[in-house]
Every structure is written in structure tokens, then in C-alpha cells.
């Protein structure tokens, strides 16, 4: 590294520096980790300088064993819930019930799909193609771009920030045969502002579900060629997903399958949840996953902490939101950003 370039040390990592020197792990660990995720060995110094003035905490001698009764405690919940009826299908509703919707799925962390319930109905026509290019066809958006570079896309995705214009962008979306290499995210919210606010009155979204005085960095757009793929990854809130253009498949497993998937770093796992449940078939155990369409006009809730994936199987434009009528402000306790290992 040059002399005049800089390498940011986010919080985060102090945090897992932090967490790592408490638990007792040994240097030439946490080196290697450092390494790893690209640290400069004059950063790694200092840093091993600073936390090892810390007072030495003493690792939980019981450690190991309460892990194992965490492990058993949430896989006994997970087969219990397996027991139900219609387990492995998300359930699915014609009509949108917020008395339901709040007291059966919101506070059972259990997923449903609304089909043909796009709120507000006039979504599909605001957000149509040609009316979002006609609206804001020469306004500058921010995107991810070269995405087929790297298998960790989405962990890398602040080196993946690129600007075009919408209408150049918009025309590659719906040329290309099938992409994962440029995409529209929620991670791009921030920078398309300005963009957001031409072609969505955010307020309005579901009125029903969420409350629009709070919309305001809390609804977020999608769109994307046929073939973007979000890989397996749990989000920090409750999360409802507006289908507005074409289709998505998600593979979905509860948020009690954490010890079962692979979560080695931050939201994100080692595997897809496909190779997951090929392990389990081989070893004898049930799946942990599945898969549901979500069709143009349609609404999924996806509950906070299920792992999920997501392949684009036509172009598509979507909507998320996070802006509940009710308390979604859990992600302000999560404290494991990083390597977990």
C-alpha cells in the first residue's frame, strides 16, 4: 500500500477486536483473519498494540457447554415447528389483513405470501417501464457493476458502486439474455435518493402494513436483468418485499436453522442453502429450506432473521420496506459484524 492511500478501520472491526481479545483468542488467529480481509501488517500492529492494553478477560469456562445447549434448545424449537401443519409451504393469503398479518405472522417470525396484492394496486402502473424511463430516463443512478468478478459480490458491494444513467441502464436490464453482473439494490438507496422520490411516492406503499410518515430511508428499489442472485443471508428487521415487475424464487429456511447453515461471517454463510440441505439428505436429516415464486402483483414477508436467497428469473423491479406499524428497531442490539470465527 502507497504512502497516500488510506485503509479505513471500521468499527466493526474494533468491535470484533474487542469481542476476539475478550474471548481469549490467541494473536496468530486473529492475525491470520486480519490478513485475510486485506488489513495492512503496520495496521494489524497497532491494533494488536491497543487491545493488548485491555485488561485480560477470562473466556466462560462453561462456554462450550452452553453452545451446545444453545444448539440444542434452538434445533428442538426448529423440529417442533416442523410438526405443523403445512411445514416446508409458505402460507398464502388473497387478501391483506393487518389484525392477521400483525398477530400470526409479524410476531411469530413466520413468513407469508399475499398474492395479487400489490398495495397500492397503482404501483404496477407507476413503476412500469416505460413510465420510470419517461420520468427519469436521464437521471444518474448509482448501481453495482462487475459483480461476475468476485464470489463475494454481495460482502464486497462498496467496491462494486458505479453511476450510469437510467435510461442506459434500464435498456440493459431488459436486453440482456441473463445477468448478475449489474444491479439496482437496496445497498444504493442512500445515492438514489433524489431518483426514488421521481418515480415513488414511498409514503403510499402498502398504508396497510406500514406506516408512510416513516418511509423516508426505510423503502427501498430493485430492478435488475433476469439472473441477478442475492445470496444466502439474514437481514437485521422484518422486512416486506412488493413484486412489482416480473417474478423472484426465494429459497427461504427459519431463523432458527442459525447453527445449522454455515453463518461464518456477519448476516451472511459459508454455502447456498441448496448445498446445505444436500449435506443434511447425506447425513440423513430433513431439509432446512424452501422455495417460493414471487409473481408480479405479489407481497412476501420476510421475517427478521430467516436466511433467504434470491434469483431474478426475469427482469424485475421491486420494492422492500422496513417501516412496520409495529416495533422493527431490533438490529439496534446486533453486535457481531465481521468474522464470527
Not at 500492529?45 to 485491555?54: E, H, N, R, T, Y
Not at 447453527?259 to 447456498?272: A, Q
Request: glycine residues 6%; neutral net charge.
Amino acid at each position: 500500500m502507497s504512502s497516500d492511500q488510506k485503509f479505513n478501520v471500521t468499527t466493526e472491526w474494533f468491535e470484533w477486536m474487542r469481542e476476539n481479545v475478550a474471548l481469549g483468542k490467541p494473536n496468530e488467529t486473529m492475525i491470520a483473519a486480519l490478513e485475510k480481509n486485506g488489513f495492512p501488517p503496520e495496521i494489524i500492529s497497532a491494533l494488536l498494540v491497543i487491545f493488548g492494553k485491555m485488561p485480560p478477560v477470562k473466556a466462560d469456562k462453561c462456554s462450550e457447554v452452553r453452545f451446545k445447549k444453545t444448539r440444542w434448545f434452538l434445533n428442538s424449537l426448529r423440529e417442533l415447528s416442523e410438526l405443523a401443519e403445512g411445514f416446508g409451504k409458505i402460507q398464502e393469503r388473497t387478501q391483506l389483513n393487518p389484525a392477521e398479518f400483525f398477530s400470526n405472522f409479524y410476531s411469530h417470525n413466520t413468513p407469508v405470501i399475499y398474492r395479487r396484492c400489490l398495495s397500492p394496486s397503482s404501483l404496477e402502473s407507476s413503476l412500469d417501464w416505460g413510465v420510470i424511463c419517461k420520468k427519469a430516463g436521464n437521471v444518474k443512478v448509482e448501481i453495482q457493476e462487475g459483480r461476475s468478478n468476485t464470489t463475494e459480490f454481495e460482502k464486497k458491494s462498496e467496491t462494486l458502486r458505479s453511476t450510469a444513467l437510467f435510461s442506459h441502464f434500464l435498456d440493459r436490464v431488459l436486453t440482456v439474455d441473463e445477468s448478475n453482473d449489474f444491479y439496482m439494490t437496496a445497498r444504493n438507496t442512500s445515492a438514489n435518493a433524489n431518483f426514488l422520490n421521481q418515480v415513488l411516492d414511498t409514503s403510499t406503499v402498502c398504508p396497510e402494513l406500514l406506516e408512510g410518515s416513516r418511509a423516508q430511508g426505510n423503502v427501498f428499489l430493485w430492478i435488475g436483468p433476469k439472473g441477478t442472485y442475492t445470496p444466502c443471508h439474514h437481514d437485521l428487521t422484518n422486512n416486506l418485499f412488493l413484486q412489482v415487475k416480473g417474478a423472484k424464487t426465494f429459497r427461504l429456511a427459519p431463523s432458527l436453522a442459525l447453527l445449522e447453515v454455515g453463518n461464518d461471517h456477519h448476516c451472511f454463510t459459508k454455502t447456498n442453502l441448496e448445498e446445505t440441505d444436500l449435506r443434511r439428505k447425506q447425513a440423513g436429516l430433513p431439509p432446512v429450506s424452501f422455495t417460493v415464486t414471487v409473481n408480479e402483483g405479489d407481497i412476501l414477508f420476510i421475517p427478521l432473521g430467516w436466511w433467504h436467497e434470491v434469483t431474478g428469473t426475469e427482469p424485475s423491479i421491486s420494492v422492500s420496506a422496513t417501516n412496520f406499524k409495529a416495533r422493527n428497531d431490533f438490529f439496534r442490539s446486533y453486535n457481531f459484524f465481521g468474522p464470527l470465527d
